[in-house]
């Protein structure tokens, strides 16, 4: 299985990001499911193809013609990624609100039928109306949703280790 981890970046301070790493550590060792991590992706995309460029946020303000470049091979990039996968994660909190990537990638998502697992400190009246009718299931921590996806997989994670 793939899976996709959705939310926040553009607008997320680097405490943000560390969800994404220790599901995705989870993931691996609970469920052995590949992960798709965009901020290790977009970190190895820009060290192999742009290697020069220090900070690639900063490009937005001095060198609008360079991040449009750049920014639109990430959302390629991050699109395929999307229709590869097998489910989402979303991670909905404040940055991925103030952003537009998280919105596109589970409309996306919901578009090509993929099922969409969203983890919000919201209370539900808070979460966007469109975010909601894309989600197949939401959870309010990440124990809850490791809870669910442990009961959903653990036979084929099972299978899988025994060689069925």
Request: glycine share 4%; proline share 3%.
């Amino acid at each position: 299985m793939r899976v996709y981890l959705s939310g926040g970046m553009e607008h997320a301070n680097e405490k943000i990001f560390v969800w994404r790493f220790e599901i995705e550590e989870w993931l691996k060792e609970n469920l052995n499911h590949l992960v798709f991590n965009p901020v290790v992706e977009t970190q190895k995309f820009l060290e192999e193809n742009y290697p020069d460029i220090v900070n690639f946020r900063e490009l937005k303000e001095t060198a609008p013609e360079k991040f449009t470049e750049i920014i639109s091979r990430i959302v390629e990039r991050d699109i395929e990624a999307v229709k590869e996968c097998d489910y989402i994660i979303c991670f909905w909190d404040e940055s991925a609100e103030k952003g537009a990537g998280t919105q596109g990638e589970i409309t996306l998502a919901k578009f090509l039928n993929k099922p969409i697992f969203l983890v919000s400190k919201f209370e539900f009246s808070k979460i966007p109306a469109w975010i909601i009718g894309c989600v197949d299931k939401i959870f309010y921590d990440f124990d809850e949703l490791k809870d669910f996806l442990y009961k959903k997989f653990k036979s084929s994670y099972e299978s899988n280790e025994s060689g069925d």
